[in-house]
């Protein structure tokens, strides 16, 4: 190793070292909130002097009044997430293809305006989207937020898709088209497969804009049973004397999953499925 | 096998027109090439057979059938791009059988025609590898043979070969006759290149800015060139070109630039003091006594033969000689052209004037 690689790897460290303590921090008092017994959560020292798990313990077992409906909570959440997963895939991929590829009259148009709507901070439209949902009889039924969340991530969903489909070589088009596929064949056995990277990029963001979602998971559902773990996790704070440790404990739990699917998905986000293609 | 015939066929983007009327037939079995500069129209032709592009007037019709309004899947034509524009997520067996699949074959017709396919063009060791891992040439070859297993009535060709290397274009292009001389099925084949044109052709069409400007055999276009352009184009390295009158009273001949005398075999009739411009093809120059003063400027070698560039009549003109002489620059040197090898054109129109 000579100096040159030495002064790179420490000017790596000066960076990554700093990087590293801001993102660990808030994990670091998470973790160690959770381990910590009630008695000393509070105490701040850096490490408990008895470590225990008994906080993991009783959130499993939902022994606490705030935790009644941990399990379906966390079941609400996952379903909420994967379906508005799904119905921003389709909508997005289906309108990328007629955007992109058959260049639908003012499909272009159709995807500025929607990108437009970003413009109106998502607090503004808190309300319209309550009364719109009051409208269609939607309040308190957890298709209101799959439908709210899907709104807001489709547009950012169809741009994302619209530029990696006007990557695709548009000759494999024309050479399906050739070999005779219909536009259902072309974007069945074509598009989706050369797609699929872009796609799981595009799930896995509208699944965890889901996931994360507070504001309105809180506004358009408001029954225990129905609301998502993140609400949950607010209503802890409706009291004074919080339980700091058990929704720290239930934090960590919760932040877990979208790691999870970060990691299994990570692997398909991979360019390069269109190499030999077309000459470039 | 099938006969191909255009009429009066237009083509406009918005307001700009790029094909002016085109008319022409190809024979049953024919291997005809479109040829032009770029911007001549000769892809955007090839792609309203194909049915990519709209047809804005006249018509196009496969074997007496006028398939303006018929989707290209139903037009039994099959097309390889310049760019292979394979699908990259499947192998080569894959992309081959596609359009079988599509059209729900037989699984067994299906392996039998690929393997066929994949025979003639010797790319079964690769059926189950992915396009990402072959040579260019071989991604070409795929392309071929997607096209193959079609067996369809036309195939078309959009310059196949300029993605390639020197040497391999060589190599496919004799690939691409072979298979045709096999095949006998009627190809259509785009190329901007004329040593393409000339080498592949039955019939070559030179195309220049949205019209024809002659079809016909290789030899024809070299012997006979139509007009100017036709003449300039085919041939390497091109015809010269000097322009002047002509001399029809008493022997013919023709006054070249700066009154440089050149010998014309017979002058067309009442053609006296007409301007005109005289062709001579580099190849068809000897030295001789009674030529016309030229200034060698360049002597450019190639081995089998030796390109001579020089100043004839303050024009400057190339001649190609196959036996060695001992050139330099500034040497004089006399150039005759042979005239019964001379062609004549209008200077107006670039039209030819002698037989």
């Not at chain 1, 998502?122 to 269609?136: D, E, I, Q, R, S």
């Not at chain 1, 960590?252 to 077309?278: C, E, W």
Request: with cysteine; hydrophobic share 45%.
């Amino acid at each position: 190793m000579n100096w040159r690689t030495v002064s790179t790897e420490a000017k790596l460290l000066l960076i990554g070292i700093p990087v590293l303590i801001w993102t660990m921090l808030p994990i670091y008092h998470l973790v160690l909130f959770a381990i910590s017994p009630k008695e000393s959560a509070l105490g701040g020292q850096l490490w408990p002097d008895h470590p225990t798990l008994q906080n993991f313990r009783i959130v499993f077992s939902e022994q606490h009044h705030y935790l009644d409906h941990f399990w379906l909570q966390m079941w609400n959440s996952l379903i909420i997430a994967v379906a508005v997963g799904v119905l921003t895939l389709v909508v997005a991929t289906g309108a990328a293809f007629a955007i992109s590829r058959l260049k639908v009259r003012g499909g272009r148009t159709m995807m500025n305006l929607a990108l437009f709507t970003y413009f109106i901070p998502a607090a503004f439209l808190a309300v319209p989207m309550y009364k719109t949902m009051g409208v269609y009889g939607l309040l308190n039924n957890q298709w209101s937020l799959i439908l709210a969340m899907v709104t807001i991530a489709a547009p950012y969903s169809i741009w994302v898709l619209k530029q990696a489909s006007d990557k695709l070589p548009l000759e494999l088009d024309e050479a399906a088209k050739m070999d005779g596929a219909s536009p259902l064949q072309l974007f069945r056995l074509v598009y989706l497969p050369l797609m699929t990277p872009s796609l799981v990029a595009v799930g896995t963001y509208a699944l965890l804009l889901a996931w994360n979602e507070y504001l309105y998971a809180f506004l358009l559902l408001s029954r225990d049973t129905q609301i998502t773990l993140g609400v949950a996790l607010g209503n802890f704070l409706a009291a004074d004397d919080s339980p700091w440790e058990l929704l720290m404990t239930t934090g960590l739990i919760y932040a877990l999953p979208p790691a999870a699917i970060y990691y299994a998905f990570k692997r398909y986000m991979v360019g390069g499925l269109t190499a030999g293609a077309v000459k470039s | 096998m099938a006969t191909v015939s255009f009429n009066t066929v237009e083509k406009s983007f918005g307001a700009t027109k790029v094909l002016h009327g085109v008319s022409f037939d190809i024979k049953d079995g024919e291997f005809v090439v479109l040829v032009g500069p770029s911007g001549c129209g000769k892809s955007t032709l090839l792609r309203m057979l194909a049915g990519l592009e709209e047809i804005t007037a006249g018509t196009i019709a496969i074997d007496g059938k006028v398939v303006n309004d018929v989707e290209s899947k139903d037009r039994d034509i099959a097309m390889v791009f310049q760019s292979y524009a394979l699908y990259p997520h499947m192998t080569v067996g894959d992309n081959m059988a596609f359009s079988l699949k599509l059209r729900k074959a037989d699984p067994k017709v299906m392996a039998e025609r690929v393997d066929r396919a994949s025979k003639i063009l010797n790319l079964d060791p690769y059926l189950k590898r992915f396009p990402r891992e072959l040579s260019g040439g071989q991604r070409q070859r795929v392309a071929m043979g997607r096209a193959i297993v079609r067996d369809p009535k036309v195939f078309l060709f959009d310059e196949p070969l300029s993605n390639l290397d020197a040497k391999l274009r060589v190599a496919m292009r004799t690939e691409i006759k072979e298979l045709h001389q096999r095949l006998k099925t009627t190809t259509v084949y785009v190329t901007h290149d004329q040593i393409e044109a000339m080498t592949m052709a039955d019939k070559i069409v030179v195309m220049h800015d949205g019209v024809v400007e002659q079809m016909g055999t290789p030899l024809e276009l070299y012997d006979t060139p139509a007009n100017q352009f036709v003449a300039g184009f085919i041939g390497s390295p091109a015809m010269n070109f000097l322009k002047g009158k002509v001399k029809s009273n008493g022997s013919a001949g023709f006054e070249g630039p700066n009154g440089v005398k050149l010998p014309l075999a017979s002058a067309p009739a009442n053609s006296e003091g007409l301007p005109a411009v005289y062709g001579v093809r580099p190849e068809h120059f000897t030295i001789a006594d009674d030529g016309a003063e030229a200034e060698i400027i360049v002597v450019e070698p190639t081995g089998s033969e030796t390109q001579v560039f020089a100043k004839l009549g303050g024009e400057q003109v190339v001649a190609v000689f196959r036996e060695r002489h001992q050139f330099s620059p500034g040497d004089k040197i006399r150039l005759k052209p042979d005239p019964s090898l001379v062609h004549l054109f209008d200077e107006a129109t670039g039209k030819r004037l002698n037989g």
